[in-house]
């Protein structure tokens, strides 16, 4: 019965999506209002049968209705209720379909905030979304049937995988990673409308960056809490081994950071509109590729947890993109006139050019380094990977200049500079520079690399103070005191602040990557009960390994004394976790995190019977700093987005696009 | 077109052309073969260096620790008959033993045994618990292996 129903849903849903497709590009066509508002309705509708279709399922895991077929392949009765609701979004059935309600969310917010502004965009962009709302109703109808009936229901199912119950973490990522990857059909479908218009206007460029800043953000998190989920779960001791599943979240996010820095320049000079658009439809296309590897098992990795005949409609997909997206462009492209031009390689506006090359070249990089195994297979029918050394030698030169850039870009004036500007723009960061890497130096940081990431990073955060501090200056200079000119220039400059609290964040996650991945310590040890060891400056004693019954798994637990300079810190306990229906067991690390370190335990083997413990044992300085470096850069964009709008309409309207802004002009000169 | 536009076109060429030259070789350098014993063999001198993942099943009554250290030695074999011996220095996982699919990573030694750096126990994406003697696709399981990849470098 709730299966059946469930698959009423889904039909009309694809239904719906595809009539609001269709009559979304016939009124873009005849530019008819009343074909405008039908669209709207039936955008609104698939959102609303998405929801429904989701909150039967929920329902269904909730009462362990094991009649519908995803509830018998993920449902247990033993799991309780927050595992349960969880396993929407644990396997490949039920994550489609939560990926329908997320789509149905963007599409009813995008809709309704842009009812009654552009017009000649909006009804194509309506029809985009709903095309792959159609393809994803169909990808549930069809292949995927999260719906399906089974005819002699079993009595229990097996229960999600251990993995996303043994963490919190695991609960939280994946609906990021949606709210990332799906939110990225609202920029393509607001490109594909300028395409289809042949014309993209200056009014037009900030809806565009703001749909690509907010799943951006949500990309941003979900790689985060994916990387501390490895960490805090895997037990290998990182958090980031450019693994598919990994890069397949990585790929999007490059192309999406080079477009929404392009795009900037598109809305301040007018130019780079066909390079804008030509990035926003690839980072759409790379979170599809990005589904096909982690959704269809061609590469088998923790997060692949199932295989399917999903793959090759998925792949379908993304070929069908890829061709409407060459086609558009193609056609239109040339359609696209500059408003203004480019100027002086040695300014600001040739460091965003520089940012986007090493964004596209980071990208082919990963890209490459991802899908070569595959097509090696493919033709030769040789397994094989490419390993970490590969990722990282092509990685971190990039990620250096990148961090040098965020100070240099920012530094330089707009335009042309004379030479006695750059010397005054360039210069006095050197000092931040030395700063940071002398600081380094004398805190044992002896690689290479790293000094030069730090010294980057010095500089970096030397220039964004600066430009942070500015306005509040110019303001005091004005007569206003240092609280009131704290609080009114971010307030008047929201985006300026926003952005440079997003490089602080950056330049900050940069430096804690460089730092924590070359100066840790590693070592496997092999101890016996009242044995001690030494890692770092921590004292280890194994004092007991005690076995742990709890409702739903049972665990080895070993109970490891921390003293560290005579201080005793405490018991640390990493365990290992059996899961009823899981053979291998899952371990869990214990990290005790301070301000600048973390002491990090992972059980290899146990034996409570006789005493015994093998242990992974590391100490990963400011791997912190990093999940705190994200929390700001998503701050930062979260800053950028929060509606301002008296102002921002306020500029709207004083600004004609035909007409250069007094900025332009000014840079112009 | 105007010369300087076509030396800005020859300079990207150039540094494009550099650039994948870098990826090529980059790549080149650092494959990570997914072998069993059969291939491992087969392979021969070629072997002898490189990366591998080298996978099987542990095979009877040949696991010998050294007591004191975490050192282990085992023979792998596999399917078609392959078998090749493995030191291994890393900390043996919770569920080695006998008769179980390993993936080891390490390289070949001029010596012919394995010399392992890493072991894990395969680790199976499915949640049903596989039946007596059923057979498991150490192949698959090799990609799979929890944190394989992720062996920080010595």
Same mark, same amino acid.
């Given at each position: 019965?709730?299966?059946?129903?469930?698959?009423?849903?889904?039909?009309?849903?694809?239904?719906?999506?595809?009539?609001?497709?269709?009559?979304?590009?016939?009124?873009?066509?005849?530019?008819?209002?009343?074909?405008?508002?039908?669209?709207?309705?039936?955008?609104?509708?698939?959102?609303?049968?998405?929801?429904?279709?989701?909150?039967?399922?929920?329902?269904?895991?909730?009462?362990?209705?094991?009649?519908?077929?995803?509830?018998? #392949?993920?449902?247990?009765?033993?799991?309780?209720?927050?595992?349960?609701?969880? %396993?929407?979004? %644990?396997?490949?059935?039920?994550?489609?379909?939560?990926?329908?309600?997320?789509?149905?969310?963007?599409?009813?917010?995008?809709?309704?905030?842009?009812? %009654?502004?552009?017009?000649?965009?909006?009804?194509?962009?309506?029809?985009?979304?709903?095309?792959?709302?159609?393809?994803?109703?169909?990808?549930?109808?069809?292949?995927?049937?999260?719906?399906?009936?089974?005819? #002699?229901?079993?009595?229990?199912?097996?229960?999600?995988?251990?993995?996303?119950?043994?963490?919190?973490?695991?609960?939280?990522?994946?609906?990021?990673?949606?709210?990332?990857?799906?939110?990225?059909?609202?920029?393509?479908?607001?490109? %594909?409308?300028?395409? =289809?218009?042949? @014309?993209?206007?200056?009014?037009?460029?900030?809806?565009?960056?703001?749909? /690509?800043? $907010?799943?951006?953000?949500?990309?941003?998190?979900?790689?985060?809490?994916?990387?501390?989920?490895?960490?805090?779960?895997?037990?290998?001791?990182? +958090?980031?081994?450019?693994?598919?599943?990994?890069?397949?979240?990585?790929?999007?996010?490059?192309?999406?950071?080079?477009?929404?820095?392009?795009?900037?320049?598109?809305?301040?000079?007018?130019?780079?509109?066909?390079?804008?658009?030509? /990035?926003?439809?690839?980072?759409?296309? =790379?979170?599809?590729?990005?589904?096909?590897?982690?959704?269809?098992?061609?590469?088998?990795?923790?997060?692949?947890?199932?295989?399917?005949?999903?793959?090759?409609?998925?792949?379908?997909?993304?070929?069908?993109?890829?061709?409407?997206?060459?086609?558009? $462009?193609?056609?239109?492209?040339?359609?696209?006139?500059?408003?203004?031009?480019?100027?002086?390689?040695?300014?600001?506006?040739?460091?965003?050019?520089?940012?986007?090359?090493?964004?596209?070249?980071?990208?082919?990089?990963?890209?490459?380094?991802?899908?070569?195994?595959?097509?090696?297979?493919?033709?030769?029918?040789?397994?094989?990977?490419?390993?970490?050394?590969?990722?990282?030698?092509?990685?971190?030169?990039?990620?250096?200049?990148?961090?040098?850039?965020?100070?240099?870009?920012?530094?330089?004036?707009?335009?042309?500079?004379?030479?006695?500007?750059?010397?005054?723009?360039?210069?006095?960061?050197?000092?931040?520079?030395?700063?940071?890497?002398?600081?380094?130096?004398?805190?044992?940081?002896?690689?290479?690399?790293? /000094?030069?990431?730090?010294?980057?990073?010095? +500089?970096?955060?030397?220039?964004?103070?600066?430009?942070?501090?500015?306005?509040?200056?110019?303001?005091?200079?004005?007569?206003?005191?240092?609280?009131?000119?704290?609080?009114?220039?971010?307030?008047?400059?929201?985006?300026?602040?926003?952005? +440079?609290?997003?490089?602080?964040?950056?330049?900050?996650? $940069?430096?804690?990557?460089?730092?924590?991945?070359?100066?840790?310590?590693?070592?496997?040890?092999?101890?016996?009960?009242?044995?001690?060891?030494?890692?770092?400056? +921590?004292?280890?004693?194994?004092?007991?390994?005690?076995?742990? @019954?709890?409702?739903?798994?049972?665990?080895?637990?070993?109970?490891?004394?921390?003293?560290?300079?005579?201080?005793?810190?405490?018991?640390?306990?990493?365990?290992?976790?059996?899961?009823?229906?899981?053979?291998?067991?899952?371990?869990?690390?214990?990290?005790?995190?301070?301000?600048?370190?973390? =002491?990090?335990?992972?059980?290899?083997?146990?034996?409570?019977?006789?005493?015994?413990?093998?242990?992974?044992?590391?100490?990963?300085?400011?791997?912190?700093?990093?999940?705190?470096?994200?929390?700001?850069?998503?701050?930062?964009?979260?800053?950028?987005?929060?509606?301002? #709008?008296?102002?921002?309409?306020?500029?709207?309207?004083?600004?004609?696009?035909?007409?250069?802004?007094?900025?332009?002009?000014?840079?112009?000169? | 077109?105007?010369?300087?536009?076509?030396?800005?076109?020859?300079?990207?060429?150039?540094?494009?052309?550099?650039?994948?030259?870098?990826?090529?070789?980059?790549? *080149?350098?650092?494959?990570?073969?997914?072998?069993?014993?059969?291939?491992?063999?087969?392979?021969?001198?070629?072997?002898?260096?490189?990366?591998?993942?080298?996978?099987?099943?542990?095979?009877?009554?040949?696991?010998?620790?050294?007591? *004191?250290?975490?050192?282990?030695?085992?023979?792998?074999?596999?399917?078609?008959?392959?078998?090749?011996?493995?030191?291994?220095?890393?900390?043996?996982?919770?569920?080695?033993?006998?008769?179980?699919?390993?993936?080891?990573?390490?390289?070949?030694?001029?010596?012919?045994?394995?010399?392992?750096?890493?072991?894990?126990?395969?680790?199976?994406?499915?949640?049903?618990?596989?039946?007596?003697?059923?057979?498991?696709?150490?192949?698959?399981?090799?990609?799979?292996?929890?944190?394989?990849?992720?062996?920080?470098?010595?």
């Amino acid at each position: 019965m709730t299966a059946a129903a469930g698959r009423v849903l889904i039909l009309l849903a694809l239904l719906v999506s595809s009539a609001g497709a269709m009559a979304g590009f016939a009124a873009g066509a005849r530019g008819s209002e009343a074909g405008w508002r039908l669209t709207r309705r039936l955008a609104y509708a698939f959102a609303a049968l998405m929801a429904a279709a989701n909150a039967l399922m929920v329902w269904a895991l909730l009462r362990r209705d094991f009649s519908v077929g995803y509830v018998a #392949h993920v449902g247990s009765r033993s799991v309780p209720d927050w595992v349960a609701v969880v %396993s929407l979004w %644990s396997s490949l059935e039920g994550s489609i379909l939560f990926w329908g309600l997320v789509l149905g969310v963007y599409v009813t917010a995008a809709t309704r905030a842009n009812r %009654s502004r552009h017009p000649e965009y909006m009804p194509y962009a309506a029809a985009t979304w709903l095309a792959c709302g159609a393809f994803f109703s169909f990808l549930l109808a069809g292949p995927a049937q999260p719906f399906a009936t089974v005819p #002699h229901p079993p009595a229990d199912g097996p229960g999600p995988n251990p993995l996303l119950q043994n963490h919190v973490l695991m609960i939280v990522h994946p609906p990021f990673l949606y709210l990332g990857y799906v939110g990225m059909t609202i920029p393509f479908g607001l490109a %594909s409308a300028a395409l =289809l218009r042949g @014309r993209l206007g200056h009014d037009f460029i900030r809806p565009l960056r703001d749909w /690509l800043m $907010l799943p951006w953000i949500f990309l941003t998190c979900a790689i985060t809490l994916g990387a501390w989920w490895a960490y805090e779960v895997l037990g290998w001791g990182g +958090y980031w081994a450019w693994d598919p599943v990994e890069n397949a979240s990585f790929l999007p996010w490059l192309t999406a950071t080079a477009a929404l820095h392009s795009a900037l320049l598109t809305e301040r000079k007018g130019v780079l509109k066909g390079w804008t658009t030509t /990035l926003v439809m690839a980072t759409f296309l =790379l979170t599809i590729l990005g589904t096909f590897m982690t959704r269809s098992g061609v590469f088998n990795s923790v997060h692949s947890f199932t295989q399917s005949a999903i793959g090759p409609t998925i792949l379908g997909f993304l070929a069908l993109v890829l061709v409407w997206s060459v086609i558009l $462009l193609a056609a239109r492209i040339d359609r696209f006139s500059p408003e203004g031009q480019l100027l002086g390689a040695a300014s600001r506006d040739g460091m965003f050019l520089a940012n986007n090359l090493l964004f596209v070249l980071f990208t082919f990089t990963v890209l490459v380094g991802t899908v070569f195994p595959l097509v090696v297979e493919a033709v030769q029918n040789v397994q094989m990977s490419v390993g970490r050394p590969y990722f990282d030698r092509m990685a971190v030169p990039i990620g250096i200049a990148l961090l040098l850039l965020m100070g240099v870009g920012p530094a330089l004036p707009w335009g042309r500079a004379t030479p006695e500007q750059l010397k005054r723009a360039l210069l006095p960061p050197i000092f931040g520079a030395l700063l940071a890497a002398a600081l380094g130096a004398m805190l044992g940081v002896r690689a290479p690399w790293t /000094l030069v990431a730090l010294g980057f990073g010095g +500089y970096t955060a030397q220039v964004t103070l600066r430009e942070l501090w500015r306005p509040v200056a110019r303001r005091r200079a004005k007569g206003a005191g240092l609280g009131e000119a704290l609080v009114e220039s971010p307030r008047r400059s929201r985006r300026r602040t926003a952005a +440079y609290v997003v490089h602080a964040g950056a330049a900050l996650a $940069l430096v804690a990557i460089a730092v924590s991945s070359t100066m840790g310590t590693s070592k496997e040890l092999q101890l016996r009960e009242g044995q001690t060891a030494t890692v770092g400056a +921590y004292t280890l004693t194994f004092l007991k390994a005690e076995e742990v @019954r709890e409702p739903h798994r049972d665990a080895l637990v070993a109970r490891i004394g921390i003293m560290k300079g005579g201080r005793d810190l405490g018991v640390l306990t990493p365990r290992m976790n059996h899961y009823e229906s899981q053979r291998e067991p899952v371990g869990t690390p214990a990290v005790r995190t301070s301000l600048f370190e973390d =002491l990090y335990l992972s059980v290899m083997n146990i034996d409570p019977a006789q005493g015994t413990l093998g242990l992974l044992a590391m100490v990963n300085p400011m791997v912190a700093w990093i999940w705190g470096a994200a929390l700001v850069m998503a701050l930062g964009g979260l800053a950028a987005l929060w509606p301002g #709008h008296r102002a921002a309409a306020a500029v709207a309207a004083r600004v004609d696009p035909r007409v250069p802004a007094p900025s332009r002009v000014a840079a112009e000169g | 077109m105007s010369r300087g536009r076509w030396f800005a076109i020859a300079a990207l060429a150039a540094a494009g052309g550099a650039f994948l030259a870098i990826t090529a070789g980059g790549i *080149g350098q650092n494959l990570v073969y997914y072998w069993g014993p059969t291939e491992l063999h087969a392979a021969g001198k070629k072997a002898v260096g490189a990366s591998i993942r080298l996978g099987g099943l542990v095979a009877d009554h040949s696991i010998v620790r050294s007591p *004191g250290s975490s050192q282990v030695e085992f023979d792998v074999i596999d399917r078609p008959g392959g078998r090749v011996h493995v030191k291994c220095t890393g900390v043996p996982p919770q569920l080695f033993r006998e008769r179980i699919g390993v993936v080891v990573e390490g390289t070949m030694s001029p010596a012919g045994h394995f010399e392992g750096r890493r072991l894990m126990v395969s680790h199976s994406n499915e949640y049903r618990i596989p039946g007596e003697g059923e057979a498991v696709d150490v192949k698959k399981t090799m990609r799979t292996t929890q944190g394989l990849d992720d062996a920080p470098a010595p």
